[in-house]
């Protein structure tokens, strides 16, 4: 949302937080209207959006440079936009190992245990169609980040060449609006809401069937009729969409839009992953040893993010590894006490 209203309130004048509120209630509403088969059919106009946009713009670059790639990379290259291997292996930078191991961890909670990416898996035929739409947005997914990267350049390289100096969150929009016709600016602004909304829905509706099922279905009311979980679930994701949406009035104090997103995965993504492992890996994980590991697991991540300046690719890791090591540790602790306590109850 917050990604999204900052186009909007550029291009309308509306103030950020009114753009906010408007982009959070229009999602909510479909989302919470239309449930898991509105946020794929939506996802998929919005996805073709998005792509054709991308395309659109790069275009639009390279006729400003009259096709001369040599002259985008050549200035992206002296603005330092053109190192693609940095060898260093300091945790403070942004580095080859940091990317490789932190999106590793990050990629293994999304795909693995993330719900958002989960509920998409169950929504398939059978276990061969989930299968499949693995691999297809995989290969889609490593596809799209190519054209994607030759935009940052590109856009680099144009501001570079007009002597402009654009805050990164703002680049996109300021470029649809100044240099591009109205068609075509239309479809860039129309991409910006396909990629927030589309992210923004799904969210939405995970977090709702977690709360529905997960603790009203089983603590307050367990044996009610469907329809009356549909209209529940409505609810819920109605509330959820309006915290996540009072939440992006904040969240841009937090950095620019990759930070902010790169940083909130991070964050969350070890902790989830090591809980998961935990149980899988661990016959002796407890309840209550993996509660604690992720107690712990969140801290070790607060401290590392607000008290170092070591680089977000590794709160992922960290918290995954500390979660994991803190449950083993406390689960071996509450075995080995319950079995001495068995032995002199015997005795």
């Given amino acids: 949302r917050y990604a999204t209203a900052i186009a909007v309130s550029q291009i309308t004048g509306l103030r950020l937080s009114v753009a906010i509120l408007i982009l959070g209630g229009t999602t909510c509403a479909y989302t919470a209207a239309g449930g898991m088969r509105a946020v794929i059919w939506t996802d998929v106009a919005q996805f073709t959006v998005f792509t054709t946009a991308i395309f659109a713009m790069f275009g639009a670059i390279l006729k400003a440079f009259h096709g001369d790639l040599r002259a985008i990379w050549g200035l992206a290259e002296a603005g330092g936009r053109t190192t693609l291997l940095h060898l260093s ?115 939405i509706t995970a977090i709702t069937t977690a709360t529905l099922v997960d603790f009203y279905q089983r603590a307050i009311r367990p044996r009610a009729s469907m329809s009356h979980y549909v209209k529940a679930a409505r609810l819920v994701a109605l509330l959820w969409g309006a915290a996540a949406t009072l939440l992006a009035l904040f969240v841009g104090r937090l950095g620019t839009i990759v930070e902010i997103s790169l940083k909130t995965n991070s964050f969350f993504t070890g902790v989830l992953l090591g809980i998961f492992l935990l149980g899988l890996r661990v016959p002796r994980a407890t309840a209550r040893g993996a509660i604690l590991g992720a107690i712990i697991g969140m801290a070790a991540v607060s401290f590392v993010g607000g008290y170092t300046t070591i680089s977000f690719l590794w709160y992922s890791p960290i918290g995954c590894l500390t979660t994991m090591l803190v449950g083993w540790g406390m689960s071996v602790v509450e075995s080995t006490c319950l079995l001495y306590t068995s032995d002199a109850a015997d005795e």
Avoid: C
């Fill in 89 to 203: 292996l300091s945790f403070h930078d942004v580095t080859l190992w940091g990317v490789l191991i932190g999106y590793f961890f990050i990629n293994l909670a999304s795909y693995g245990v993330d719900q958002v990416i989960l509920q998409q898996y169950l929504t398939a035929k059978d276990i061969q169609h989930s299968r499949r739409s693995l691999w297809a947005n995989a290969l889609v997914g490593g596809t799209i980040m190519i054209p994607l990267f030759f935009l940052g350049l590109g856009f680099f390289a144009f501001y570079a060449k007009q002597g402009l100096a654009i805050e990164p969150d703002g680049v996109i929009p300021h470029f649809a609006l100044a240099y591009l016709p109205a068609g075509l600016s239309g479809l860039v602004i129309a991409a910006i809401f396909a990629a927030t909304m589309s992210s923004v829905s799904a969210g």
